[in-house]
Every structure is written in structure tokens, then in C-alpha cells.
């Protein structure tokens, strides 16, 4: 199986905010990089050996239907992380020692009140076992940024607390081969296709 992670295009959003779990709209334009990005993945979707999930979040959703040419199913746990009382913040306004707290273990500290990264990738890694044994050739996922990173650790057995490191750019591309639990990183945050980003 091929598997294809893409983020979502840029949204429309103030430079330096933590948007998370926020429903925020994208950026005018993208649909020219989601031109170029289906025609880079040149997939027909059929709902049996060529699937796509997707984010239920507008900003993935929206690239979804459109890659997806309305075939692509929605997954709650495809989410980006929730965090909390910073939704909505820019991340120059979050107080320093808050973030350091989150820094000391940034796998299990949610001083936002939000969702850790353990939980995130509990849920992704919960609902990836439920579907990677379908017999599928080509599988994509329109998520988020978060989600790719956290993904991308589990499945190529990095250590969690480092996937921070992982950069997925916006309408990025991650492609990993799988034969059985035999994976192989092939293309990791890909994106010279769009232009505008």
C-alpha cells in the first residue's frame, strides 16, 4: 500500500496563531495548489483500493472533496490537537512558563487543558488499525500538521517527543510504502508542486 499524508493549504489566519482544534478558513487561492496536487497524485478514487480519509476540520475537508472528487470519508480522529484555553491565542501571547511546562514533557503535558500528544496519537494510531489491514493500494489522508508528525513517529518507530522536529509544510506530501507492519519512508513533507504556499 502507498500511503499519502497531506496537509492541509494555508488558512486564513494571523501570523503566530494557535489554532488547533479551531474551524478557521483558508487562505484565498488555494484551490490553485490543490489543482497542482491532484494532478501530482493521479488517483482515482474508488472507495475499495484507492480511499481517502480526511480531517472532519473545514481546512482539510475542503481539500479532501476537492482531491477526493467528493469520495473521501471523514474521520473524527484525524483532528489536530485541541489546545485548550490557547485556541485563539497568538503564541507570543502564551505565558513563557506555561510553555515550559508543555516543554519538560511535551508528550503527556497539556497545561492548556486541552488534548496531550499521547492522546492524539492514541486516537490516530486507534483508528489506523482499524482500516490499514483493508485491501487498499493507495491510501490518503488530509489531515494536519500534528496529526502527520505524530503519524509519521508511530509508523516509523521515532520517538514521539521528537516528531516536533518533522516539518510538514502546508499541501504537503508524506508518502510511506507498507507491505505488512514493513514501512518505508518515501517522501517526507513534499511540496515544490505548489507555488503559492
Known amino acids: 500500500m502507498k500511503l ?3 496537509r492541509h493549504p494555508k488558512p486564513d489566519v494571523k501570523k503566530g496563531l494557535c489554532y488547533g482544534d479551531m474551524d478557521v478558513p483558508l487562505a484565498a487561492g488555494w484551490e490553485v495548489g490543490a489543482q497542482a496536487l491532484k494532478q501530482a497524485l493521479p ?46 491565542l497568538c ?8 510553555i515550559d511546562i508543555w516543554a519538560e514533557d511535551i508528550v503527556h503535558a497539556a497545561p492548556y487543558h486541552g488534548e496531550s500528544l499521547q492522546v492524539v496519537a492514541d486516537r490516530v494510531w486507534s483508528w489506523w488499525l482499524s482500516v490499514k489491514d483493508l485491501p487498499m493500494e493507495n491510501c490518503v489522508l488530509v489531515a494536519h500538521s500534528g496529526v502527520i508528525k505524530v503519524f ?6 521515532w ?21 505488512g507492519d514493513f514501512v518505508v519512508l518515501k517522501r517526507l513533507g513534499a511540496g515544490d508542486w505548489v507555488s503559492n504556499q
Open 43 to 88: 488517483i482515482e478514487f474508488d472507495g475499495e483500493s484507492n480511499r481517502c480519509f480526511h480531517s472532519p476540520l473545514s481546512r482539510a475537508s475542503r481539500l479532501a472533496e476537492y482531491i477526493g472528487e467528493g469520495r473521501s470519508q471523514v474521520v473524527e480522529a484525524l483532528r489536530e490537537l485541541d489546545f485548550g484555553h490557547w485556541e485563539g
Open 159 to 179: 520517538p514521539l517527543e521528537q516528531c516536533h522536529r518533522i516539518d510538514v509544510g502546508f499541501s504537503s506530501v508524506t508518502e510511506l510504502s507498507i507491505q
Open 91 to 98: 503564541w507570543q501571547d502564551i505565558p513563557k512558563q506555561d
Open 4 to 6: 499519502y499524508l497531506i
Open 152 to 157: 509519521v513517529s508511530m509508523l516509523c518507530h
